[in-house]
């Protein structure tokens, strides 16, 4: 058996490592791998390939749900350096569709686990509830000339620990998607873009996990409940909420009462009556509320003129676009009346 040089001088402690992690791991590492293998929050939300992330010490050693990618002082079983060892034509060679890593990268590679997969201090993209000096801080920081809307966020997602890769696929389910609100931003613009006509209270409960990242959610033309509400009502920073042509009644809204980021409240054609009014007045950050085609009366419109002068009301067809495509308000308005 071939000892190699390097493993028997670490092994005897005569040595530092031969290889320094942050040198010569790390920009193969970013180079090669970690545009498919990192933090969704960092890649429009699009989850790591193979479940696996590479943008952090954390998550290196955490592996995949199969288990450990990298075995700390053996290279044979760890699946790592493997699926870079493969031979140019492997279907399973990473990074796939490319000629590989060269000789000398996959070698450091298996030095470097042979070693020991000693990190150094570099720490990367931290583990979840933790801070690493190596993530650059994202979030620009407020210069006052930004829109106000992107200030919000910035002020709402300040030290909030992104949902982790888990949770976001887990909110998601099979039809949500959630997206950060600019890149780099832990919080979360939520809806069922592809599915909007079969989402129903189930799929709203699925967003519980990150309920308190989420601050626009759009649940425009699906076929909620009242009580899918209830899981609305966690949504602790939510700014923008979406109700347009559900089922949605009075009682869904008692659920609002909590949120007091809440600045935009859309509630075209829903079964909404006067009994709001109150509820509604009480939403102290609310800037609009969209109240066409409601069972608002003129009086109710005048009440919260009354209570709430600053609010903009919208009771006509003056309604923002959806916030993704889909029919236009005439169009899926005129589908419901039947
Ligand atoms: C273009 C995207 C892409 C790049 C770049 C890429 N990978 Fe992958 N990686 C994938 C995909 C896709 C899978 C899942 C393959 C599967 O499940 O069949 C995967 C899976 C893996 C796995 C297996 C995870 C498991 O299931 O155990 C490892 C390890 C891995 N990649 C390491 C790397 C390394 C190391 C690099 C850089 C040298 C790299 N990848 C670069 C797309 C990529």
Known sequence: ???????????????????????????????????????????????????????????????????????????NLSTLYELI????????????????????????IRTWIAEGADFGDWIGAPAPGETSPDTPKLTPKPTGKLPRIVQLYIELGEGLTPCTPNQLAAAAGEHGMLKPVFPGSPLLAANFPSNQGRTGTDHVRGLAGCAGHIVTLDLGRTRIADEALAVVAEMSRLVKLDLRQTNITDAALIHLFGLNDLRSLNLFSTKVTDASIEVIAKLKKLETVYLWKTQITPAGIGRLRELRPKLRIVHTPDLPAPERGGPTEDESGRRRRR
């Open 1 to 75: 058996m071939h000892i190699s040089p390097l493993l028997l001088s670490f092994a005897v402690g005569a040595e530092a490592p031969a290889v320094d992690f942050r040198k010569e791991v790390l920009p193969i590492l970013k180079g090669r791998c970690i545009e498919c293998h990192q933090d969704p929050a960092t890649n429009s939300g699009k989850r790591p390939k193979g479940g696996l992330r590479l943008d952090g010490k954390h998550w290196i050693l955490e592996g995949t749900r199969s288990g450990p990618v990298v075995v700390p002082g053996d290279p």
């Open 85 to 108: 060892a493969l031979d140019k034509d492997d279907p399973d060679l990473m990074p796939p569709n490319s000629d590989g890593l060269s000789k000398a990268e996959v070698e450091t």
